[in-house]
Nanobody
Framework: QLQLVESGGGLVQPGGSLRLSCAASGSPLDYYAIGWIRQAPGKEREGVSCISRRGGSTMYADSVKGRFTISRDNAKNTVYLQMNSLKPEDTAVYYC????????????????WGQGTQVTVSS
């Protein structure tokens, strides 16, 4: 059974950067497409970015395009989300999630979810 653990969240000032990591165990990560999803208080979950099994295809929400970069290192069983030029509206709990079945990036149907990591952007 695939297990996912996020790390790298924290408090950062507007304009700052964070790199989130999603470490997988229990199954080879390269079986799965991976997504990063966030949820702010009182708001619905939002798909932020996703990456195909081998990293050849990536997609981003319009709200983060040009600021966030998703990548993966299957040898390390880890997926990353580099977040630059952070804004207060990026404040949310960020989850990584995995799925075996290819689906559009905007579809938030995943087989496995991590527990989430809090990102707070504030001065």
């Amino acid at each position: 059974q695939l297990q996912l653990v996020e790390s790298g969240g924290g408090l950062v000032q507007p304009g700052g950067s964070l790199r989130l990591s999603c470490a997988a165990s229990g199954s080879p990560l390269d079986y799965y497409a991976i997504g990063w999803i966030r949820q702010a208080p009182g708001k619905e979950r939002e798909g932020v970015s996703c990456i195909s099994r081998r990293g050849g295809s990536t997609m981003y929400a319009d709200s983060v395009k040009g600021r966030f970069t998703i990548s993966r290192d299957n040898a390390k069983n880890t997926v990353y989300l580099q977040m630059n030029s952070l804004k207060p509206e990026d404040t949310a709990v960020y989850y990584c999630a995995a799925r075996l079945t290819p689906r559009p990036c905007t579809t938030l149907i995943y087989d496995n979810w991590g527990q989430g990591t809090q990102v707070t952007v504030s001065s």
